[in-house]
Every structure is written in structure tokens, then in C-alpha cells.
């Protein structure tokens, strides 16, 4: 069954890192009910939900992603690139502990789920601010045994690789292609972003369905021309923390 691991957002979101936009007053009680709805988005597609408890002293503790990667073999457990932040892989560690085996990236590698694209057995492993070199050499070693395929991608306009592009389905990427390296992507098609919308490459895609931020129209347009089936949300008190659609669950299966 698709299982996703989310989490409430702290009440000390406001307070949450940024690096590529600037601060604006963020309203809590409309970031959580934003919150709450993507939850019930999820349920409403056939998700199991498992919703974890807030985090008061972890103000980006909601980005349930970051700390973890969870495979269909084992999950990898990662020092996230901000130290402010790494106390959150303690209760992502315990959620995911009854259903994979964990492994662990060890410092000074540092590595963030934001960063890991996953299609088929190839692993597209953004390069960026948060994400070392020497954590994607530690991910490589890792899942060598399961025959997974790591490829470096640096970023270079956005926080993670997943601000920048993410995997619809049916070989099609919808990508910000000025903001990383595109020559790992070859054979892949193409739907680009609006040029007015740079930051809506990051979406969900969960069956036959795409889960995309309302606040991106345009781009939707691009997407729905092309035939996806599009459920949008409104995230937008969210965004101002950086937030995307992929950040806030960690989806694996769980046999039935």
C-alpha cells in the first residue's frame, strides 16, 4: 500500500531557514491548515497518511523529505547540509524503523531528500548547497549492492534538485532548465515551466494523478496539453518557506 510519513508543522515554522528567497510574514494558522489538506489530498488518493506530531524546537521539522530516502530495499538516513536542522532525522529514523532496514550517510558527508530524483533504479543526486560531493559518494557506495545507478547533478539557481525538476511519468520531466545541469537527463521529454512561474517544477506524481501548487496556472496549462491529470492545492503561506509538493512526505510501499 502507498504509504506516506508527513508531519504537522511546527509551531515555529516562521522561523524557518531560507536561501533563495527573501522572508515574508508567514501566517501559522493558514500554513497549517494548508498543511492539513495536502494530508487529506493524499488520503483522498489512496494514500495511507501517517502524520506525525509537530516538532516545537524544529522550525522546518514539516519537510519530512530532507532527512531521508526511503527505497523499496532500505531507507538511508542523512546528516542534512543545515546543522541547525539535523535533529529531525531522530523521529523520521523511529517512523520509518518498522518498515525498512536504515542505513546512515555519515558526516562531513551531508546529503538532503530535496536533492535525490528517483526514476526506476537511476538516482539523480542534485549537487547543491546542501548536498556534498562527498554524501553522494557515500550514497553511491550504499546502494551499489541493490544495483542502483547514483548520478551527480549539480544545481546551481535553487535549494534543492527537486525545486528544479521532477518526474510526471511516462518518460516526461517538468523542469526549470536554467537552474541545473541537464546532460544526465538525456532521452527524457520536456515540459518547461512558464517563464513567469520559476519555481513550479516541483510536483507530485502519485498513480495516474499529479499533485501541482495552484499558484502556478500557466504551467498547469503546459502539463494538461500534454494530457497529465492535474489535482492542485493550495500551498501558498507554504511556499514562503521554500516549500514544494515533495518535500512535505515521504512516499514508500508497504506490501499488503
Not at 173 to 202: K, T
Request: net charge negative; aromatic share 8%; proline share 6%.
Amino acid at each position: 500500500m502507498l504509504t506516506a510519513i508527513t508531519r504537522a508543522v511546527s509551531p515555529a515554522f516562521v522561523n524557518c531557514v531560507l536561501s533563495f528567497i527573501d522572508r515574508q510574514p508567514i501566517d501559522l494558522k493558514i500554513a497549517q491548515a494548508q498543511h492539513r489538506s495536502y494530508e487529506t489530498l493524499l488520503e483522498t488518493l489512496g494514500v495511507k497518511v501517517i502524520s506525525l506530531p509537530a516538532e516545537p524546537d524544529l522550525p522546518d521539522s514539516m519537510f519530512v523529505e530532507d532527512p531521508a530516502i526511503v527505497l523499496d530495499e532500505l531507507a538511508v538516513i542523512m546528516p542534512l547540509g543545515t546543522e541547525s536542522r539535523r535533529r529531525e532525522a531522530e523521529s523520521i529514523s523511529r517512523a520509518i524503523t518498522p518498515y525498512r532496514h536504515l542505513v546512515h550517510i555519515k558526516l562531513p558527508g551531508t546529503m538532503e531528500g530535496g536533492d535525490i530524483l528517483r526514476v526506476g533504479r537511476v538516482i539523480y543526486a542534485g549537487l547543491s548547497r546542501r548536498t556534498s560531493e562527498e554524501g553522494i559518494r557515500q550514497l553511491r557506495a550504499l546502494l551499489k549492492p541493490y544495483d542502483y545507478e547514483v548520478l551527480a547533478v549539480p544545481v546551481i539557481g535553487c535549494l534543492h534538485l527537486k525545486s528544479a525538476v521532477t518526474f510526471l511519468g511516462r518518460n516526461t520531466l517538468l523542469a526549470n532548465r536554467a537552474w541545473f545541469d541537464v546532460s544526465p537527463f538525456a532521452g527524457y521529454q520536456w515540459i518547461d515551466v512558464a517563464a513567469d512561474e520559476p519555481h513550479a517544477a516541483n510536483a507530485l506524481a502519485i498513480a495516474d494523478q499529479i499533485v501541482f501548487a495552484a499558484s502556478f496556472p500557466r504551467t498547469r496549462t503546459a502539463m494538461e496539453a500534454r494530457d497529465f491529470s492535474i489535482v492542485s492545492v493550495d500551498i501558498s503561506e507554504l511556499q514562503k518557506a521554500e516549500s514544494g509538493l515533495t518535500c512535505s512526505s515521504l512516499l514508500f510501499d508497504i506490501p499488503s
